[in-house]
Protein backbone atom coordinates (compact mmCIF):
# COMPACT_ATOMS: atom_id res chain seq x y z
CA UNK A 1 0.00 0.00 0.00
CA UNK A 2 1.40 3.42 -1.11
CA UNK A 3 1.63 6.02 1.53
CA UNK A 4 0.38 9.54 0.40
CA UNK A 5 1.90 12.60 1.16
CA UNK A 6 1.04 15.90 1.15
CA UNK A 7 3.25 18.15 -0.61
CA UNK A 8 4.49 21.83 0.42
CA UNK A 9 2.82 23.54 -2.19
CA UNK A 10 -0.74 21.66 -0.90
CA UNK A 11 0.02 23.35 2.84
CA UNK A 12 1.50 26.64 1.72
CA UNK A 13 -1.49 26.97 -0.41
CA UNK A 14 -3.91 26.33 2.70
CA UNK A 15 -1.78 29.10 4.45
CA UNK A 16 -1.69 31.41 1.99
CA UNK A 17 -5.28 30.85 1.11
CA UNK A 18 -6.56 31.11 5.26
CA UNK A 19 -4.37 34.91 4.64
CA UNK A 20 -6.43 35.49 2.32
CA UNK A 21 -9.57 35.10 3.85
CA UNK A 22 -8.71 36.60 7.13
CA UNK A 23 -7.59 39.38 5.31
CA UNK A 24 -10.36 40.37 2.98
CA UNK A 25 -12.52 39.80 5.91
CA UNK A 26 -11.60 42.91 7.40
CA UNK A 27 -12.89 45.05 4.07
CA UNK A 28 -16.27 45.49 4.32
CA UNK A 29 -18.82 48.11 2.63
CA UNK A 30 -22.60 49.05 3.15
CA UNK A 31 -24.82 48.36 0.65
CA UNK A 32 -28.65 47.52 1.02
CA UNK A 33 -28.37 47.98 4.79
CA UNK A 34 -25.71 45.14 4.97
CA UNK A 35 -22.18 44.75 5.24
CA UNK A 36 -21.06 43.17 1.85
CA UNK A 37 -17.41 41.43 1.87
CA UNK A 38 -15.72 38.80 -0.42
CA UNK A 39 -14.64 36.04 2.31
CA UNK A 40 -17.44 33.79 1.24
CA UNK A 41 -16.14 34.55 -2.43
CA UNK A 42 -12.62 33.51 -1.42
CA UNK A 43 -13.85 30.65 1.25
CA UNK A 44 -15.59 29.24 -2.18
CA UNK A 45 -12.26 29.72 -4.13
CA UNK A 46 -10.60 27.84 -1.78
CA UNK A 47 -12.74 24.79 -2.12
CA UNK A 48 -12.21 25.45 -5.82
CA UNK A 49 -8.65 25.43 -5.89
CA UNK A 50 -7.73 23.01 -2.97
CA UNK A 51 -10.63 20.47 -3.25
CA UNK A 52 -13.00 19.82 -0.36
CA UNK A 53 -10.38 19.17 2.47
CA UNK A 54 -8.16 21.13 2.04
CA UNK A 55 -10.25 24.06 1.05
CA UNK A 56 -12.33 23.58 3.57
CA UNK A 57 -9.49 23.31 6.55
CA UNK A 58 -8.35 27.18 4.77
CA UNK A 59 -11.65 28.79 4.24
CA UNK A 60 -12.66 27.38 8.30
CA UNK A 61 -9.01 28.63 9.88
CA UNK A 62 -9.36 32.08 7.98
CA UNK A 63 -12.62 32.64 8.81
CA UNK A 64 -12.10 31.36 12.45
CA UNK A 65 -9.11 33.38 12.83
CA UNK A 66 -10.83 36.38 12.27
CA UNK A 67 -13.48 35.68 14.49
CA UNK A 68 -10.96 34.92 17.13
CA UNK A 69 -8.42 38.05 16.85
CA UNK A 70 -10.63 40.50 15.07
CA UNK A 71 -14.30 39.59 15.91
CA UNK A 72 -14.13 39.43 19.46
CA UNK A 73 -16.41 36.49 19.62
CA UNK A 74 -16.22 33.25 22.21
CA UNK A 75 -14.68 29.87 21.62
CA UNK A 76 -18.32 28.76 20.77
CA UNK A 77 -18.91 30.94 18.13
CA UNK A 78 -15.41 30.54 16.66
CA UNK A 79 -15.90 26.71 16.34
CA UNK A 80 -19.46 27.22 14.63
CA UNK A 81 -17.56 30.06 12.46
CA UNK A 82 -14.66 26.85 11.60
CA UNK A 83 -17.75 24.50 10.87
CA UNK A 84 -20.21 26.53 9.05
CA UNK A 85 -16.81 27.72 6.49
CA UNK A 86 -15.20 24.65 6.30
CA UNK A 87 -18.34 23.16 4.61
CA UNK A 88 -19.12 25.72 2.48
CA UNK A 89 -16.10 25.24 1.14
CA UNK A 90 -16.22 21.63 1.20
CA UNK A 91 -19.65 21.50 -0.67
CA UNK A 92 -17.74 23.75 -3.22
CA UNK A 93 -14.75 21.22 -3.75
CA UNK A 94 -16.76 18.33 -3.98
CA UNK A 95 -18.95 19.90 -6.81
CA UNK A 96 -15.84 20.89 -8.45
CA UNK A 97 -13.52 18.06 -8.44
CA UNK A 98 -14.00 16.21 -11.05
CA UNK A 99 -10.84 16.67 -13.20
CA UNK A 100 -12.54 16.32 -16.72
CA UNK A 101 -14.66 19.22 -15.97
CA UNK A 102 -13.02 22.01 -13.64
CA UNK A 103 -13.22 24.12 -16.19
CA UNK A 104 -16.39 23.75 -16.95
CA UNK A 105 -18.62 27.11 -16.54
CA UNK A 106 -21.37 25.70 -15.41
CA UNK A 107 -19.97 23.48 -13.08
CA UNK A 108 -17.85 26.44 -11.37
CA UNK A 109 -20.76 28.56 -11.03
CA UNK A 110 -22.97 25.35 -9.57
CA UNK A 111 -20.31 24.82 -6.99
CA UNK A 112 -20.60 28.33 -6.11
CA UNK A 113 -23.99 28.30 -5.27
CA UNK A 114 -24.13 24.95 -3.77
CA UNK A 115 -21.31 26.35 -1.40
CA UNK A 116 -22.97 29.40 -0.60
CA UNK A 117 -26.31 28.45 0.17
CA UNK A 118 -24.87 25.44 2.59
CA UNK A 119 -23.22 28.82 4.74
CA UNK A 120 -26.46 30.58 4.61
CA UNK A 121 -28.74 27.25 5.56
CA UNK A 122 -26.11 27.03 8.41
CA UNK A 123 -25.82 30.22 9.59
CA UNK A 124 -29.34 30.20 9.45
CA UNK A 125 -29.60 27.04 11.61
CA UNK A 126 -27.11 28.73 14.29
CA UNK A 127 -29.02 31.82 14.64
CA UNK A 128 -32.70 29.97 15.26
CA UNK A 129 -31.13 27.70 18.00
CA UNK A 130 -28.99 30.46 19.65
CA UNK A 131 -32.60 32.78 19.47
CA UNK A 132 -34.96 29.87 20.29
CA UNK A 133 -32.83 27.92 22.80
CA UNK A 134 -29.89 30.05 24.03
CA UNK A 135 -31.84 33.67 24.59
CA UNK A 136 -35.01 31.89 24.66
CA UNK A 137 -36.88 34.60 22.44
CA UNK A 138 -40.78 34.25 21.41
CA UNK A 139 -41.21 33.16 17.99
CA UNK A 140 -42.40 36.04 16.50
CA UNK A 141 -39.27 37.83 17.35
CA UNK A 142 -37.16 34.89 15.96
CA UNK A 143 -39.06 35.07 13.03
CA UNK A 144 -38.34 38.94 12.82
CA UNK A 145 -34.55 38.03 13.59
CA UNK A 146 -34.08 35.43 10.58
CA UNK A 147 -35.47 36.86 8.30
CA UNK A 148 -33.54 40.69 8.91
CA UNK A 149 -30.58 38.21 9.09
CA UNK A 150 -31.38 36.51 6.14
CA UNK A 151 -31.41 39.13 3.62
CA UNK A 152 -27.94 40.31 4.30
CA UNK A 153 -26.69 36.35 4.28
CA UNK A 154 -28.23 36.52 0.78
CA UNK A 155 -26.60 39.71 -0.78
CA UNK A 156 -23.39 38.16 0.61
CA UNK A 157 -24.00 34.62 -1.25
CA UNK A 158 -24.69 36.60 -4.35
CA UNK A 159 -21.79 38.81 -4.28
CA UNK A 160 -19.84 35.05 -3.73
CA UNK A 161 -21.15 33.68 -6.27
CA UNK A 162 -20.27 36.20 -8.45
CA UNK A 163 -17.33 37.00 -7.42
CA UNK A 164 -15.67 33.68 -7.07
CA UNK A 165 -15.76 32.25 -10.59
CA UNK A 166 -14.09 35.24 -11.39
CA UNK A 167 -11.22 34.90 -8.93
CA UNK A 168 -11.35 31.42 -10.21
CA UNK A 169 -10.94 31.97 -13.75
CA UNK A 170 -8.49 34.71 -13.02
CA UNK A 171 -5.76 32.39 -11.05
CA UNK A 172 -6.48 28.90 -12.47
CA UNK A 173 -4.18 29.84 -15.87
CA UNK A 174 -1.82 31.46 -13.66
CA UNK A 175 -1.04 28.65 -11.65
CA UNK A 176 -1.48 26.27 -14.62
CA UNK A 177 1.47 28.43 -16.36
CA UNK A 178 3.44 28.74 -13.47
CA UNK A 179 3.40 24.71 -13.00
CA UNK A 180 1.79 25.00 -9.73
CA UNK A 181 -1.57 23.87 -10.72
CA UNK A 182 -0.45 20.43 -10.97
CA UNK A 183 0.94 20.61 -7.62
CA UNK A 184 -2.02 21.40 -6.17
CA UNK A 185 -3.96 18.84 -7.74
CA UNK A 186 -1.35 16.06 -6.75
Known amino acids: MKKKSVNAY ?48 AAGLGSALYDALAGGYDF ?14 FVCGVLMHRRDQEENLVRVILASVCGA ?8 LKTFIYQCFV ?5 DAVGATMVAKLVPSLINAAVAVVAAPVFYHALRPALRSAGVWEKLRG
Do not use: Q
Open 10 to 57: VLTFVGVMAAMVYVVTLFRFPLLGSKVHFANAVCLLSGMLLGPWWGGL
Open 76 to 89: INVLITFVSKFAMA
Open 117 to 124: LTYVALYM
Open 135 to 139: YGYPM
